[in-house]
C-alpha cells in the first residue's frame, strides 16, 4: 500500500501541464526575473550593459538567449570584487537565510523563500512520501549538501535524522533500531554500509526498512545502483543540480534520463558561444533558476549533456537531460567541431579489442589534426573504426595502433590538446 503510493501523483500541477503552457509560464518567470535582476544584481546590469542589451529588449527566448552566460568559473572572481558579493547577491546580506561555502572557493547564499533550492519536486519524483523517516547523509555545515536536501524533506512531510557523514557503525544502528525508510547520500557510501552490515550479521531485507534513496554528487554506474537496489530491496534515484542554483534536473520512477526542473529554465548550449543548440544535440548545460536573491542568470554549468523531448512514461511533460556525459573543460573545438571524448568512448565500446586509447589533437603548421591512439589486443579493423568514429564525431581522424611495448595509462586524459596559437 505505501509502496504504491510512492509511484503516483505530481508534486506540483505544472510538471503534467503541456509543453506550450509550461514554455508560456517559464517565459513569464524568466521576464520578471530579468526586471528584478537588472534592477537589482551589480553583475547582470553591467552584463546586460556590456551586451548593448536592456530588459524592454527581451520578449522571447530566443532574445533571452542572447544573453552572454555566466560562467561557474567566473563566480570566485566575481564575488570577490566591490559590493554585495562582487554585486551577484540582489538583496543585503541580512535577508539571506543561509551563507554556504563550496569549493573554489564559492560563496552560496540561500534566500528565504520556501524550498529555495527547488528539490522537493525531485525527492517526489524519486518516491519519498510524507511520513517517510530519512536518515541524512551529507555534511551539514559549510557546504549547502546537508541543509540543501533536508529542505525537501520538511516539504514533503517526512522526518530527518541529521546523521551527516561517516561513522558507519552508528549509522547502522540508527537504521536498524528505528524505521528509517529513505536515505540520502552517495551510493558509494550506502554500498559501504550494505557491506559492513552484511559482515556484522545484519539480514539487509529484515533488520533494515529501507524503501527509497535519493543520492547525488557522483558519478552513479548503473551496476553499482542495482546492485545496492536488490541489497536492500529499495528504489535509488539521483538529482543532478549544483551548490550555485540548486536542483537543475532528476529522474522519475521511469530512468529514462533526468526531468528538467520545472523552478528555472534548463538550456543545452554550444559551449563557449552559449547559443542553444537543438534537442539530440550534446552541449552545456545551462541554467536560470527562479530565485530573486541571488539571481544566476543563463549560469553555465559546465557540464555537458544532450537534451531529449521526448514522453517519458511517468506522465511528466518536462523535457529529460540524458546523463551528465563529461565537462566541458574535457572538449576541444577541431577544424569548428566539438569533440567530446564520452561520444569517442561510445565508438571504442563497439571494438573490444581497444583496451587503451587517447584524442590527441595538434596544429601543425597552423592546421588543426585530430589523432586517436589505440592500444590493441588483437587486430583492429582501422577502416570501419573510422567509419564508425565520423559517423559519430563528424570528423575523420588518424587512427594510430601503438606496438605492444606501448601503453596508454587508464588515468591519462582522454584528450589530449598539444595545439599552440602564437
Ligand atoms: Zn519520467
Redesign the pocket.
Known sequence: MEQASRTQGFYSPIESKSPDEVREEKLQKVLRLIDAAYAQSGEFKTRMDEARIKPADIGSFEDFSRIPALRKKDLIRLQSEPGRLGGLLACDFGKLRRIYQSPGPIFDPEGRSRDYWGWAEAFHAAGFRRGDLVQMTFSYHLTPAGLMLEEPLMELGCAVIPAGPGNTDVQIDLMTRLPVTGFVGMTSYLDVIATKAADAGYKLKEDFKLEVAFVAAERLPESLRQKVQDAFGMIIRQGYGTADVGCIAYE?L?L?GM?ASSRGLVEICEPGSGVPLPAGEMGEVVFTPFTDAYPLIRFATGDLSIMDESP???G?TSSRLKGILGRVDDTAKVKGQFIYPSQAAEVVCMFPCVKGWQLVVDNPGGKDSLEIRTCCEGNLDVDKFMVKFQDKLKLRPKVTVLPESEEIPADAPKLLDKRRFD
Request: neutral net charge.
Open positions: 522519475c521511469e529514462s526531468h517519458c512514461a511517468c511528466r
